[in-house]
């Protein structure tokens, strides 16, 4: 039980209590985890890869207002803030540090008038189609990182274009932030867990589950020999014709341009995003 976990909702506070726990443990890490709350599983396995080379943890619950390109969505959002303290307070790892920060706090002035991107990236995969997204991430992740001055943050890779380019701002900025992955969780069914997933009806979420099981009939088809693109992608857009497709393909797993249809798949990142309903899910796997 977590119940010395301590919240902190105010961002000078935050900052006087990383300040004081650097200098009183000069040998210990602090692993961070920032999420938008409405926790599920694939959140809890970060904080689990946290532990294991941090000693102190801290997870920051904020739905940032700068990433949604949608005015619904971010409405639409699944909130539940009790829900979630109660989960993190029941866990077995140890939890220091719940940092939930108020937007206006965070953007005292509106919005930010810094704006942080990587056109050759963020323009690509969810950047089409979610105008200012990624300039929403980056800009919220660098300030945490401000903030909390963590030794170490989790990504999962479900969001892989968002773990490569908070990857990139750190590495170009010099931040001294170690940023690691973590794998993709998926339900018992194959879905790639998302707090999203909570807006599907049932019926919703049985359409859904050709997005994984596309995936991972691209990878099966992969590992036995059939290499060739376009032939990988024939199967993505077969499998998944009769859903709304954002988008779906082959991409460079570093730069995220899409492979010609002439390439070899190996190395790719298969990406997928759809709408089933008004809901987008998003998916990847790679080809190794």
């Not at 018992?188 to 009939?217: H, P, V, W, Y």
Request: aromatic share 8%; hydrophobic share 40%; glycine share 4%.
């Amino acid at each position: 039980m977590n119940l010395s976990m301590k919240i902190i909702k105010n961002i000078t506070e935050m900052q006087n209590w990383s300040r004081h726990y650097r200098c009183e443990n000069p040998d210990q890490k602090i692993g961070f985890i920032p999420t938008m709350g409405f926790l599920h599983e694939g959140h809890l396995s970060l904080i689990k890869q946290a532990v294991e080379s941090c000693q102190c943890i801290v997870v920051s619950i904020f739905v940032n207002p700068f990433q949604f390109n949608n005015p619904d969505d971010l409405k639409n959002y699944p909130r539940n803030l009790e829900r979630d303290i109660l989960l993190l307070n029941g866990l077995d790892q140890k939890i220091d540090i719940l940092f939930i920060p108020d937007s206006d706090d965070v953007y005292k002035n509106g919005r930010p008038e810094l704006i942080m991107d990587y056109p050759d990236i963020t323009n690509k995969l969810c950047g089409k189609t979610r105008a200012g997204h990624f300039n929403g991430v980056l800009t919220i992740v660098h300030n945490l990182f401000m903030w909390i001055k963590p030794h170490v943050a989790i990504f999962g890779l479900k969001d892989y274009q968002q773990y490569l380019l908070i990857k990139k701002m750190t590495n170009d900025l010099h931040l001294d932030v170690e940023i690691k992955a973590g794998q993709l969780i998926r339900e018992n069914d194959g879905l790639a867990m998302s707090s999203r997933n909570s807006r599907l009806s049932s019926e919703e979420k049985n359409r859904a589950l050709i997005i994984s099981q596309t995936l991972f009939k691209v990878k099966n088809e992969f590992e036995s020999g059939n290499n060739k693109v376009l032939h990988l992608k024939n199967i993505l857009q077969n499998n998944l014709s009769h859903l709304e497709i954002d988008y779906a393909s082959l991409y460079h797993s570093e730069t995220l341009e899409e492979l010609n249809e002439q390439d070899n798949a190996s190395g790719a990142l298969v990406a997928v995003a759809v709408y089933i309903g008004k809901v987008r899910l998003i998916d990847n796997i790679l080809l190794n």
